[in-house]
């Protein structure tokens, strides 16, 4: 009994978060076209340039949402690298959104903080 409630929290704490997310993330990924490609395909600058600012800034503007999923800074992070290789077309002289990006963005936030 104990288990199907806890998992149901669990499960509406990550669809609470998944809509915060999804709000902050939309303009920073369209922000990211501007970006230089090197910058998004390496790991550690795509960390560095914009997981850790964009997990700071949804922290900050989350009102505590973020502390009541369990392990939210890796979650959030490997949530990040799905969406880079989900909505981003890279190229070795640009980055661009596939078509349908925001009709995606939902389900790929889910999915990311799903894995």
Not at 38 to 61: F, G, K, R, W
Not at 77 to 86: D, K, N, P, V, Y
Request: glycine share 6%; charged share 20%.
């Amino acid at each position: 009994m104990f288990g199907k409630l806890k998992a149901a929290a669990g499960d509406a704490a990550n669809n609470k978060a998944a809509t915060l997310i999804t709000a902050h993330i939309e303009p920073v990924m369209e922000e990211i076209q501007g970006y230089s490609p090197t910058i998004i395909m390496e790991d550690d600058t795509y960390q560095s340039h914009v997981i850790e600012p964009t997990l700071v800034a949804l922290q900050a503007a989350s009102s505590g949402v973020t502390s009541m999923v369990p392990n939210f800074d890796e979650k959030f992070g490997i949530c990040m690298f799905h969406l880079r290789s989900e909505l981003l077309e890279l190229s070795e002289d640009k980055v661009e959104l596939i078509a349908d990006f925001k009709q995606q963005l939902p389900t790929a936030v889910m999915e990311g903080l799903k894995l």
